[in-house]
Nanobody
Framework: QVQLIESGGGLVQAGGSLRLSCSAS????????MGWFRQAPGKEREFVAA????????YYADSVKGRFTISRTNAKNTMYLQMNSLKPEDTAVYYC????????????????????WGQGTQVTVSS
């Protein structure tokens, strides 16, 4: 089992920045891919970004490419999502997820490919 806890959400004006963190605990000694998803009110959960088990590959949704950066510090079992140039349409609950599989990052664009999920953190971008 892997437990995930997100933090760093909040309210920010359009054009601003936030950094989300996802702390992983439990059986994290094996390689696993991680990702970020988001869900806005009345919409389905959508893929944001993923990082491969070896941190070599990253993959982004077109809507965030060039603005968001996913990274991970294995020593601290922590994953980050640096979000710059935020837009009102980025408003959503952001979830981190983990999968104990060893595919390249672009494999993880579907929520069904992740086994573990955090509880989510709210990001609100005002116009």
């Amino acid at each position: 089992q892997v437990q995930l806890i997100e933090s760093g959400g909040g309210l920010v004006q359009a054009g601003g920045s936030l950094r989300l963190s996802c702390s992983a605990s439990g059986r994290t000694n094996n390689g696993y891919a991680m990702g970020w998803f988001r869900q806005a009110p009345g919409k389905e959960r959508e893929f944001v970004a993923a990082i491969s088990w070896n941190d070599v590959f990253t993959y982004y949704a077109d809507s965030v490419k060039g603005r968001f950066t996913i990274s991970r510090t294995n020593a601290k079992n922590t994953m980050y999502l640096q979000m710059n140039s935020l837009k009102p349409e980025d408003t959503a609950v952001y979830y981190c997820a983990a999968a104990p599989t060893l595919y390249s990052a672009n494999y993880y664009t579907r929520a069904s490919r992740f086994d573990y999920w955090g509880q989510g953190t709210q990001v609100t971008v005002s116009s």
